[in-house]
């Protein structure tokens, strides 16, 4: 099962590509929840490339690896990733004239309803937008 995800961000698109993708930034946007947050991130943005965002929460309680490998990148319009479970992704970035429309799709995983992964993966893209519009 797929599940997509979206968000128009009001950005310039060149800064929409490079803060998705650096790993500086992502440390600032990467949670679903206030509680959450992305305590270290790799990117090696190519295709066979790896990625890799340690999510904790902050209490230290629980954390978690998301990892991966890229399977095909073309800059500023797509990326397409298997996780290290086997699962895979894509993320599309299509320039409109008030901004860019990122849209995540994602295979489902089994152990928590599809819907509280979509909750999950969108408050994450939610996040994403409100720290790009602060940006400016």
């Known amino acids: ?3 997509t995800v979206e968000t128009c961000i009001k950005a310039d698109p060149d800064k929409v590509w490079h803060a998705y993708n650096n790993p500086a930034d992502i440390k600032q946007w990467n949670a679903a929840q206030d509680d959450w947050h992305t305590t270290s991130s790799i990117v ?15 209490d ?3 954390g978690f690896d998301f990892e991966g490998t890229y399977t095909r990148v073309v800059p500023k319009k797509l990326i397409e990733y ?3 479970d086997g699962r895979e992704a894509k ?3 299509a320039a409109r004239p008030d901004g860019v429309l990122v849209t995540v799709s994602f295979d489902a995983e089994t152990e928590n ?10 408050a994450i893209l939610d996040n ?6 602060d940006k400016g």
């Not at 090696?44 to 902050?58: H, I, N, P, Q, V």
Request: hydrophobic share 35%; aromatic share 12%.
């Open 128 to 133: 994403f937008g409100r720290y790009m519009e």
């Open 44 to 58: 090696d943005l190519r295709e066979g490339g790896t990625f890799m965002s340690r999510m904790e929460a902050k």
């Open 1 to 3: 099962m797929k599940i």
């Open 91 to 93: 993320i599309e970035f």
């Open 60 to 62: 230290g309680s629980l």
């Open 82 to 84: 298997r996780m290290s």
């Open 113 to 122: 309803p599809s819907e509280l992964q979509r909750q999950g993966w969108q």
